[in-house]
């Protein structure tokens, strides 16, 4: 029991590095705007069938999809940008609406383009058995975790030393005297829309090289992305990995001591314990004021 407990938490871990570039995507676009963008989880979707296309179209190996996902992901954030940028009263509700009605379009694209059908990688490579210690995985998991590591510091890099990541910052912070620095809110806005669209593009491909997707499975992707936020507590990015890692240790935990029905439900006990106990998050701004 104690080794099946340990390969649990060991495979939690790995899947909380893509639960943590989905949820990182999600903060970046609510702290430059406040606008929490219901749609991002379909984008991390459609990289996911990207990768899939590349693969079954093409034969490649699903990683040679991420530049091709990248560009069209990407693309589809900065459209998404420009129609929520369009709402002039009531930002913050009407761009709930908005997203989920994007979410929505996208979801029955990918139900029009690829079917209903449940999809996952046929890379041998991919699904091929990696030993680390006693713990078993598969090499895209240990892979993608390592990939999900690298971006996040170099995520923290761009918000902390960048132009540009010092702007959505100051954004964030305050619009108004953002303008008064010379800074484009709504260009600053558009880039953190793109550097989302990133996250998602990597992320997609990830889930789809270790897993299994589906075009219902945007929407539970979204939802994951906004309870880690709220674990996390807004912008902090360590905190951001920190509620990731915890909401898929939880998962797997309860996978194997209990029943895969009850993985979604795990989360969303979480959340709600956070929210009563720590509203402004583990990482809240309380824990940032020092």
Same mark, same amino acid.
């Given at each position: 029991?104690?080794?099946?407990?340990?390969?649990?938490?060991?495979?939690?871990?790995?899947?909380?590095?893509?639960?943590?570039?989905?949820?990182?995507?999600?903060?970046?676009?609510?702290?430059?705007? $406040?606008?929490?963008?219901?749609?991002?989880?379909?984008?991390?979707?459609?990289?996911?069938?990207?990768?899939?296309?590349?693969?079954?179209?093409?034969?490649?190996?699903?990683?040679?999809?991420?530049?091709?996902?990248?560009?069209?992901?990407?693309?589809?954030?900065?459209?998404?940008?420009?129609?929520?940028?369009?709402?002039? $009263?009531?930002?913050?509700?009407?761009?709930?609406?908005?997203?989920?009605?994007?979410?929505?379009?996208?979801?029955?694209?990918?139900?029009?383009?690829?079917?209903?059908?449940?999809?996952?990688?046929?890379?041998?490579?991919?699904?091929?058995?990696?030993?680390?210690?006693?713990?078993?995985?598969?090499?895209?998991?240990?892979?993608?975790?390592?990939?999900?590591?690298?971006?996040?510091?170099?995520?923290?890099?761009?918000?902390?030393?960048?132009?540009?990541?010092?702007?959505?910052?100051?954004?964030?912070?305050?619009?108004?005297?953002? $303008?008064?620095?010379?800074?484009?809110?709504?260009?600053?806005?558009?880039?953190?829309?793109?550097?989302?669209?990133?996250?998602?593009?990597?992320?997609?491909?990830?889930?789809?090289?270790?897993?299994?997707?589906?075009?219902?499975?945007?929407?539970?992707?979204?939802? $994951?992305?906004?309870?880690?936020?709220?674990?996390?507590?807004?912008?902090?990015?360590?905190?951001?990995?920190?509620?990731?890692?915890?909401?898929?240790?939880?998962?797997?935990?309860?996978?194997?001591?209990?029943?895969?029905?009850?993985?979604?439900?795990?989360?969303?006990?979480?959340?709600?314990?956070?929210?009563?106990?720590?509203?402004?998050?583990?990482?809240?701004?309380?824990?940032?004021?020092?």
């Amino acid at each position: 029991m104690t080794e099946l407990i340990l390969q649990a938490l060991y495979s939690g871990v790995l899947q909380g590095g893509s639960y943590a570039l989905i949820a990182l995507g999600l903060a970046l676009v609510f702290g430059a705007m $406040k606008v929490i963008n219901l749609a991002h989880g379909e984008l991390v979707l459609l990289s996911a069938y990207i990768a899939y296309s590349v693969e079954a179209g093409l034969g490649w190996n699903p990683i040679l999809a991420i530049p091709i996902s990248l560009v069209v992901v990407c693309l589809t954030s900065a459209m998404v940008y420009y129609l929520v940028g369009r709402i002039k $009263k009531d930002r913050e509700i009407n761009s709930l609406i908005l997203t989920y009605g994007i979410g929505v379009i996208l979801t029955n694209m990918i139900l029009l383009i690829w079917k209903a059908d449940v999809r996952t990688t046929g890379s041998t490579w991919m699904q091929e058995a990696m030993v680390v210690g006693p713990f078993y995985s598969m090499r895209s998991e240990v892979l993608f975790f390592a990939v999900s590591l690298v971006m996040m510091v170099g995520l923290w890099w761009w918000l902390s030393r960048s132009w540009y990541g010092r702007a959505v910052r100051a954004v964030s912070s305050n619009r108004d005297a953002a $303008k008064l620095m010379g800074i484009d809110p709504g260009y600053t806005e558009l880039v953190s829309f793109v550097v989302a669209g990133i996250l998602a593009a990597v992320a997609g491909v990830a889930l789809y090289s270790y897993g299994v997707v589906s075009p219902a499975y945007g929407s539970v992707l979204t939802v $994951k992305a906004f309870i880690i936020t709220v674990l996390a507590g807004i912008g902090s990015i360590p905190g951001v990995l920190i509620g990731a890692l915890l909401l898929g240790v939880a998962e797997a935990l309860t996978v194997t001591l209990a029943s895969s029905a009850l993985q979604e439900l795990v989360g969303m006990g979480l959340f709600l314990l956070v929210l009563f106990v720590m509203p402004n998050g583990l990482f809240g701004a309380k824990g940032r004021r020092g």
